[in-house]
């Protein structure tokens, strides 16, 4: 079964520092894999997705992710952030050769952004 | 855009009751999704649909039952509420897609905090 994992429960990071979320996937056949966030309170927001293509991909907000088939990874970066950015963060796949749309979601990232 | 609303964002009731939980989703999607999310574990799926009147067990079936009579609505039911449902539960929907079903991203309601007391 396919599987997903988010290296770090939290991230603590002060405002304008780079970041780095990290996700590591389990499955030897193509993916999708998308990055989520959500703010204290509410639903879960797509940041980004990898579907094929360009390695790296760019979301709303100022992140970007790197597909990198050889480690299955799939990192989740910022080069400056904001308080704004203080929530959790999700990663997950799916599988192509699945025909429900379901995801496998990791266990989430806290990300805390210090003034 | 999407819009997944869910009945209520906070909801209190017994050990023992039944209880239901609502999702209206405004785009024509033909799958729907409950999940339930906790503090270190994640979302975990209850169950899903794929269309109306169809529906899978999830990872974590037990104790709950689903219906989905119209499209646009999907019910998570719990039979008899117990303590250990306490929990957030977030609804979601997606597009099936022509070609390959995997590739479409999920929208999310806003949740429902669950108290059971």
């Known amino acids: 079964a396919q599987s997903v994992t988010q290296l770090d429960s939290q991230v603590p990071v002060f405002e304008e520092a780079p970041v780095e979320l990290r996700c590591n996937y389990s499955s030897s056949v193509s993916v999708y894999l998308f990055w989520y966030v959500q703010y204290p309170n509410q639903g879960l927001q797509l940041l980004l997705k990898?579907?094929?293509?360009?390695?790296l991909v760019k979301g709303i907000n100022g992140f970007e992710a790197e597909f990198n088939k050889s480690q299955t990874s799939f990192h989740l970066r910022k080069p400056s952030v904001h308080i704004s950015d203080t929530a959790e963060y999700f990663c997950a796949v799916s599988d192509p050769s699945s025909n429900t749309g379901k995801l496998i979601f990791g266990q989430g990232t806290t990300l805390q952004v210090k003034p | 855009d999407v819009k997944v609303t869910q009945s209520s964002r906070y909801l209190v009731k017994r050990t023992g009751e039944k209880v239901f939980l609502e999702c209206v989703q405004d785009m024509d999607h033909e799958n729907m999704f409950w999940y339930r999310q906790d503090p270190g574990l994640g979302l975990r799926l209850i169950y899903f649909?794929?269309?109306?009147?169809?529906?899978e067990k999830g990872d974590i079936p037990e104790g709950y039952s689903v219906s989905r009579e119209k499209k646009e609505r999907f019910s998570l039911i719990l039979e008899s509420a117990s303590t250990n449902q306490t929990s957030m539960y977030l609804c979601?929907?997606?597009?099936?897609?022509?070609?390959?079903?995997?590739?479409?991203?999920?929208?999310f309601g806003d949740g429902t905090r669950l108290s059971i007391l």
């Open positions: 649909s794929y269309d109306v009147k169809m529906k």
């Open positions: 979601a929907s997606s597009f099936q897609g022509r070609v390959t079903y995997s590739n479409q991203p999920q929208h």
């Open positions: 990898y579907l094929s293509g360009s390695t």
